[in-house]
Antibody, heavy 116, light 113 residues
Framework: EVQLVQSGPEVKKPGQSLKISCKGS????????IAWVRQTPGKGLEWMGI????????KYSPSFQGQVTISADKSISTAYVQWSSLKASDTAMYYC?????????WGQGTLVTVSS | DIVMTQSPDSLAVSLGERAAINCKSS????????????LVWYQQKPGQPPKLLIF???IRESGVPDRFSGSGSGTDFTLTISSLQAEDVAVYYC?????????FGQGTKVDIK
């Protein structure tokens, strides 16, 4: 059974760093893209970027380029997104999504709350 | 970026009646190399991630009831629920994934009238 299991909810202060994870199982992790998607009530679903875990080729949305870093460790079938300095506006639900020809499986989501 | 525009933003339909959601892309998402439209439809209920309903614009995902269907090509797409059931109350999104650059529609909220 294909599963994407994300790390748990986070509460952080502005300026702090954060790295959240997405562990794939039930399939060959290096043969599918993993994308990250942000969801907020105000802006809906926004694509952040995508990575090919086989060689870590990464493409970012222009809106998120320079704001986050997407990475993957194929040895443990896990993808990550990290922030070096969080802002209140990063408060959102974050999802990882598997994709080959088309997207299919979504993680359960990680709620990130940034508040002073 | 390809902009995805859904209409309407919300609709209320009587149980057993038909619901249709439209999605228009600012440029074609048809891949001419394989004649496939890079478009999916999702259903999202509160507290859950989006659930894939339709891929390649018109192919129903395994396990999805056949009252859900997708149609369209190029820039204009439609998700149809042929006979609305109570469990179909949700927000529906279209999503294009052409050229590894994803964008989503703003969502359509479907309720019971």
């Amino acid at each position: 059974e294909v599963q994407l299991v994300q790390s748990g909810p986070e509460v952080k202060k502005p300026g702090q760093s954060l790295k959240i994870s997405c562990k794939g199982s039930g399939y060959r992790f290096t043969n599918y893209w993993i994308a990250w998607v942000r969801q907020t009530p105000g802006k809906g679903l926004e694509w952040m970027g995508i990575i090919w875990p086989g060689d870590s080729e990464t493409k970012y949305s222009p809106s998120f380029q320079g704001q986050v870093t997407i990475s993957a460790d194929k040895s443990i079938s896990t993808a990550y997104v990290q922030w070096s300095s969080l802002k209140a506006s990063d408060t959102a639900m974050y999802y990882c999504v598997r994709a080959s020809g088309s997207p299919d499986y979504w993680g359960q989501g990680t709620l990130v709350t940034v508040s002073s | 970026d390809i902009v995805m525009t859904q209409s309407p933003d919300s609709l209320a339909v009587s149980l057993g009646e038909r619901a249709a959601i439209n999605c228009k892309s600012s440029q074609s998402v048809l891949d001419s190399s394989n004649n496939k439209n890079h478009l999916v439809w999702y259903q999202q209920k509160p507290g859950q991630p989006p659930k894939l309903l339709i891929f390649w614009a018109s192919i129903r995902e395994s396990g999805v009831p056949d009252r859900f269907s997708g149609s369209g090509s190029g820039t204009d797409f439609t998700l149809t629920i042929s006979s609305l059931q109570a469990e179909d109350v949700a927000v529906y999104y279209c999503h294009q994934y052409y050229n590894l650059s994803w964008t989503f529609g703003q969502g359509t909220k479907v309720d019971i009238k």
